[in-house]
């Protein structure tokens, strides 16, 4: 199992200057106010295609070999990894595949397919299956598979996200990541570790999608027994090894939040910092809520890793 090394990331944000948006940091006395303690957000949620998986998803298909490339792709994701691979494709040239869930947020399956993907989403129940049709359509059709969160080159691209945070902000004591299939996670680690910085990574991930916190345990990547979360965007059904891994070897903490306190830091987000952000992106505030022992002064950062939203649920977290 090849592993993501400090040259992965450093020649992943060469491959990505001038493709991606360096995204701003963003800060308020309210949200000072909110967190108490001093607290600074990564806009990844103004990043294209609203979400800061645009970065892995171009940088490993632009690493891909142009057989591989003309042979098509196909991948599996619940919204933010299908768009940054169609996005990506698009520029590229490349005809893309994605099996969605048919559950996915409308306005996520809508803009994947605006941008000319082809979504596969009937009788798609989960991720699990989502997988499995996957695998039967590259088998079936000869394409080849891009893994939306589980491959070294993906967690590379991720990464870049918070080393440009850590440049920013080489002060910062704490770093609260979203974590499902642990590739932003990861790739926090990896860009602390390319720095040199000392910050803190935390993990948080929703209650009743708990996997990394189950793996961990394990020593492997195991499932929970269910997933059920309004933070569709962490949906994974179990961590990527290689992701895992790395997490594993960092000894990071990884936290949970339960759908309520998700579902308020939704709407505080966007009164705090006047930015939309999905529920996913605010797991990061819904721990410096629950987990009290955060609360300690700590100069702390948010990924606000999108925001691609359903409308509906925006506004009655923002009503509420």
């Known amino acids: 199992m090849r592993l993501p090394t ?98 996915a947020v409308p306005e996520k399956l809508a803009a994947v397919a605006a941008l000319g993907a082809t979504v596969v989403k009937d009788g798609v129940t989960g991720s699990a299956v989502a997988f499995e049709r996957a695998e039967a359509l590259r088998t079936e059709r000869g394409l080849t598979f891009v893994h939306p969160f589980d491959d070294p080159m993906v967690i590379a691209g991720a990464a870049t996200a918070t080393l440009e945070l850590l440049e920013d902000h080489p002060d910062l004591q704490r770093l609260l990541v979203p974590c499902s299939g642990g590739g932003l996670l990861a790739g926090a680690i990896m860009a602390a570790r390319t720095t040199g910085s000392s910050v803190e990574i935390v993990g948080v991930q929703p209650s009743g999608a708990d996997g990394i916190v189950r793996s961990l345990a394990a020593g492997r990547p195991v499932a ?68 009290r022992e955060l609360r300690d002064g700590a100069r702390t950062g948010l990924l606000l890793s999108g925001s691609n939203v359903n409308w509906r649920l925006l506004a009655e977290g923002v009503i509420s």
Do not use: W
Not at 38 to 52: M, N, R
Not at 254 to 260: C, I, N, P
């Open 6 to 103: 400090t040259d992965d990331v450093r020649r992943a944000r060469s491959a990505l200057l001038g493709r991606v948006v360096r995204t701003p940091v963003l800060g308020s006395a309210a949200l000072d106010a909110l967190t108490g303690c001093p607290t600074l957000a990564k806009a990844e949620c103004l990043q294209l295609t609203g979400s800061f998986k645009v970065r892995g998803a171009l940088y490993r298909i632009t690493t891909l070999p142009p057989g591989a490339l003309s042979a098509g792709l196909v991948t599996v994701s619940a919204g933010n990894a299908a768009l940054g691979a169609a996005h990506a494709c698009r520029e590229l040239g490349v005809e893309l595949t994605v099996v969605m869930p048919e559950k």
């Open 224 to 291: 929970p027994p269910s997933i059920s979360t309004v933070a569709d965007g962490l949906t994974a059904p179990k961590p990527g090894e290689v992701n895992l891994a790395v997490i594993a070897d960092a000894g990071v903490r990884v936290l949970t939040v339960g759908e309520e306190a998700i579902h308020t830091a939704l709407g505080e987000m966007v009164r705090a910092l006047r930015v939309v952000v999905e529920p996913s992106a605010a797991v990061g505030l819904a721990a410096l809520s629950v987990h």
